[in-house]
């Protein structure tokens, strides 16, 4: 079991961090998170699935629709490497949608550049289009950002964004699409 937490502490170290609020938790947290997602695995429940969503397809019907990147992304809350997302440096005019759905939820007018590689907002279109959702993986506690439609992972939100919200929405261009507005 501490090999686990070693080989763990070593592949968190190894994959670029998507923002500065990342919290590495101690041995101790570690094993009551682990029982805690243990045990809600084995009850069958976990955050995720006591959400309910409009839109609720099987992993084959997702693995159809979506590319291969869009499903690491969306379906198994991956991350894309830093600066490698077509909506990091992105400037046009529009909202931005989720990927899987086209719900739209963030929008031009809250963009920032945040330098950390990832599309950065400081706030969703509405409350309704994204959900947040503890998130304890990886050693860390952040706060995880889903698509409030069909529940697909966006990003994590964090606490150092600019005013008015103080929010840093952190996002994966592979989980966002875009439609051109004015």
């Known amino acids: 079991m501490k090999m686990f937490y070693v080989y763990t502490l070593l592949l968190l170290l190894s994959l670029p961090a998507c ?5 590495p938790i101690t041995d101790s947290e570690a094993v009551l998170v682990a029982s805690a997602d243990a045990e809600a695995t084995q009850n069958g429940s976990s955050q995720k699935s006591k959400q309910t969503y409009e839109i609720n397809k099987t ?28 909506y990091n440096d992105h400037h046009e005019k529009g909202v931005y949608t989720c990927a899987a759905c086209g719900n739209e939820v963030f929008s031009s007018d809250t963009k920032f550049d945040s330098g950390t590689g990832w599309p950065s907002y ?10 947040e959702i503890a998130d304890r993986s990886m050693g860390m506690v952040r706060t995880e ?35 051109k507005g004015n």
């Open 59 to 86: 992993d084959a019907e997702w693995k159809k629709q979506l590319t291969p990147e869009q499903y690491f992304v969306l379906r198994q809350k991956g991350t894309e490497p830093a600066f490698s997302g077509k």
């Open 145 to 179: 950002v889903v698509c409030g439609k069909c529940g697909g992972h966006l990003g994590h939100v964090f606490d150092d964004g600019p005013k008015p919200t103080g929010l840093r929405y952190c996002l994966n261009s592979a989980a966002l699409g875009f439609k």
């Open 19 to 23: 923002g500065q609020q990342d919290q």
């Open 122 to 131: 400081f706030k969703p279109i509405s409350g309704k289009n994204v959900k």
